[in-house]
């Protein structure tokens, strides 16, 4: 491993040993079976990130490649990239293997929940730390690249560990993503806002949209759908029952993907 990780107690550099990672005042984090490292504070520990059935739900429906326009997308932007590249909310990795194509890259995943990260470390060769995008286990100016995906994040840590010029990809739902899906759950639907970014502090450099249209092939894939989104925990029985009746239909995938550029100092 070529970029140190940070200590989240007393924030001095861990060293990798056989089987855990220890600092110099010897605070010591056991390495999983599976790869990854523990680096949540029990104390910081609120939220454990995605319920299980969450994960294994955008598991699968990922796995079904809905998204594969926006998975050859990240392959293609970032095929001739070298460096470090940290991979925000990285959940259990899907998108994360398309950063792993390109072998000139060192990738980082980060996510909250150890349940995902239990499956991004068993089938990638990226090192993965459970920690909070809020306070990431790294030092300043490590990393070339940060990518975010879906992922609500803090952009005065990002710009820390962010090398001067170096770049954060963000990608966002656009406005007109999965909109059947909600057309179908909810009666009056609600504009998607787009979180704007401080352009003296990381200004963008390029934007581009991805918009497209897919077939459902599955009512279990509809459901995965919508189990692995936001939707799930603000709709009723009633509705998913309504949704698990509704014959199959196209929907619309959405995405606004921003590179932004930390100014050098």
Not at 131 to 146: T, Y
Not at 233 to 242: I, V
């Amino acid at each position: 491993m070529r970029i140190p990780l940070r200590c989240p107690v007393c924030q001095e550099p861990l060293k990798k040993e056989a089987h855990r990672f220890i600092c110099p005042k010897g605070h010591s984090f056991d390495i999983a079976r599976q790869g990854y490292v523990n680096l949540l504070l029990k104390q910081s520990d609120k939220h454990f990130g995605d319920a299980p059935e969450m994960i294994l739900a955008r598991h699968a429906f990922l796995h079904q490649n809905y998204y594969q326009p926006l998975y050859q997308y990240l392959t293609n932007h970032f095929h001739s990239c070298k460096g470090s590249l940290l991979d925000i909310g990285c959940g259990e990795g899907y998108f994360t293997n398309a950063l792993c194509q390109n072998q000139d890259l060192e990738v980082y995943g980060v996510d909250i929940s150890k349940k995902a990260l239990q499956i991004a470390a068993r089938e990638l060769p990226a090192q993965f730390i459970v920690a909070a995008s809020q306070n990431l286990p790294f030092f300043a100016n490590s990393f070339d690249e940060v990518i975010s995906l879906f992922t609500p994040v803090d952009l005065n840590e990002i710009i820390r560990v962010l090398k001067p010029g170096g770049s954060l990809t963000l990608i966002s739902p656009g406005p007109k993503h999965l909109l059947e899906l909600r057309q179908c759950l909810y009666e009056t639907i609600k504009e998607k806002q787009i979180k704007e970014i401080n352009q003296e502090i990381l200004p963008v450099v390029k934007q581009d949209s991805l918009t497209y249209f897919f077939d459902v092939q599955s009512s279990e894939d509809l459901n995965n759908l919508c189990q692995m989104t936001p939707f799930y925990k603000r709709t009723s029985q009633r509705q998913r029952e309504k949704l698990k009746q509704t014959p199959l239909f196209t929907i619309t995938a959405d995405f606004l993907i921003r590179q932004c550029r930390k100014i050098n100092e």
